[in-house]
T-cell receptor, first 114, second 115 residues
Framework: SAVISQKPSRDICQRGTSLTIQCQVDSQVTMMFWYRQQPGQSLTLIATANQGSEATYESGFVIDKFPISRPNLTFSTLTVSNMSPEDSSIYLC???????????FGDGTRLSIL | KNQVEQSPQSLIILEGKNCTLQCNYTVSPFSNLRWYKQDTGRGPVSLTIMTFSENTKSNGRYTATLDADTKQSSLHITASQLSDSASYICVVSAYSGAGSYQLTFGKGTKLSVIP
């Protein structure tokens, strides 16, 4: 299965600032996703990162708040913009090859906003 | 609305004992069901995947069952070890058309195995 590296693994940020999270995969993958995991809650899909085009966002998530890039088939970034304490969460990158194949997850970025 | 409910929310067992985690779902149209293990500070890792026609699947000391009629699944852990301490997440896949699948995640069961 694909090996997924996320950076940073954790960070503490000031409110109002922005942070960009990187996701690097060791092989080309068809689909890349970004999830949020809040304490005691299930994983929530933020968006699907599309190579060479705008990401597809789920209801409740907007590009201005969570801009996403995917310049190629092995790399994507998620930016959390104008952060507030409510954005404190774990952000996970996930990949799969196609359709109904299993999804693989990175170890996540633990973000705390003061 | 697709939903996945897991029980119990948390569980503490003694090392060496067995335990069973439950997952009930209302997801349609059903494609498959996966159990993931998430260690503290790590991402979820797939343990088993079951399709509509499968009712039991094992992966070492982990055995998953699926009853597609009652829309229930269970994950049985045999002879638990300290390393089994983790959150176990039930994930159900539904076909959403045009070759796409939508995943619905449960909130997970947090298992603690104590010496």
């Amino acid at each position: 299965s694909a090996v997924i590296s996320q950076k940073p693994s954790r960070d503490i940020c000031q409110r109002g600032t922005s942070l960009t999270i990187q996701c690097q995969v060791d092989s080309q993958v068809t689909m890349m996703f970004w999830y949020r995991q809040q304490p005691g809650q299930s994983l929530t899909l933020i968006a699907t990162a599309n190579q060479g085009s705008e990401a597809t966002y789920e209801s409740g998530f907007v590009i201005d708040k969570f801009p996403i890039s995917r310049p190629n088939l092995t790399f994507s970034t998620l930016t959390v913009s104008n952060m507030s304490p409510e954005d404190s969460s774990i952000y996970l990158c996930s990949v799969k090859d196609s359709g109904n194949q299993p999804q693989h997850f990175g170890d996540g970025t633990r973000l705390s906003i003061l | 609305k697709n939903q996945v409910e897991q029980s119990p929310q948390s569980l503490i067992i003694l090392e060496g004992k067995n335990c069973t985690l439950q997952c009930n779902y209302t997801v349609s149209p059903f494609s498959n069901l996966r159990w993931y293990k998430q260690d503290t500070g790590r991402g979820p890792v797939s343990l088993t995947i079951m399709t509509f026609s499968e009712n039991t699947k094992s992966n070492g000391r982990y055995t998953a069952t699926l009853d597609a009629d009652t829309k229930q699944s269970s994950l049985h852990i045999t002879a638990s070890q300290l390393s089994d301490s983790a959150s176990y997440i039930c994930v159900v896949s539904a076909y959403s058309g045009a070759g796409s699948y939508q995943l619905t995640f449960g909130k997970g069961t947090k298992l603690s195995v104590i010496p």
